[in-house]
């Protein structure tokens, strides 16, 4: 029926286990619904996910929109709000129409390239140049570190169709849940965010565990979650969020590379669907 409401009744997964209230669910995306929007300027006709390398304009499908009954209303909120919406207007909204890339690439291709490249720091392809949060104060480290968290804490929930399930600690799964509604960062654990400066990605990889590391894509950026208590210390010891921006041609590429090996390896033993990675055959 077209009129029929589905109201989905259970415990909310970000806030049930403290108030253990059931409420109505809402229909939650496990990508933000931004993503599909701005995926969607620039798609071919009657596909979804799009991955483009270089010049090639290969297109390849997502299918529908994954969603899934588990967050109430006001934790939909605290995700859009909490990270979610800024991401979307900081990293993902590209200006199609002049060719302009996000505000957050732009501002990473500004303030890094030059001092990658400045000659006296000798501007070699195995040069890795991190920078902490603190020092990128346009960015609002914080709501990007939200989003990032969310991403990995919703991806440990074994509900959503063609994604597999990221197998992390339960403390740790906690530890996000309660960063989440407001608590501390993850102990002893830092964000990095790597942008893609060499490679024109147009397509998401849903999370998974790329060596031992919890980590996803999702067009000109990679976010991995990495255990690093030294980083983490001295982020929290300068009062910032421990989120790293960092220029890494070689882990960019091996990336890169990586992914288009697991794509290919998938599509052999045809386990494409569960890991839902599209990337172009050779
Ligand atoms: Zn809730």
Known sequence: MADQIDEVMGLCALCGPDDGQTKVLRQSHFLPKSVYRYLNLSKAENTKLLLRTSKKNRVFSL???????????????????????????????????????????KILFESLMPLWKAPGNGYRPNMILSIGSNSLKVIDSRQLYHFVIGMFWKSTFDDWD?????????????????????????????????PSLWRAKYGVVFPVLLQKQPFFSIQQFDFYLEKDKRQFKRAISMDAVPLFYTIDLMRSESTFQGMSGIYKNAEQTKSAEETQLSWPAE
């Open 162 to 194: 063609h994604c597999s399930v990221m197998p992390l600690e339960a403390s740790l799964i906690e530890a996000m849940r309660k960063f989440l509604l407001g608590g501390d960062s993850l102990a002893g654990y830092i964000v990095r965010i790597v």
């Open 63 to 105: 299918g529908k929109q994954i969603t899934h009954a588990l967050l109430c209303d006001t934790c939909e909120g605290i995700m859009s709000a909490g990270g979610e919406d800024y991401y979307a207007k900081m990293m993902l909204r590209v200006d199609v129409k002049n060719e302009l890339p996000s505000p957050a690439y």
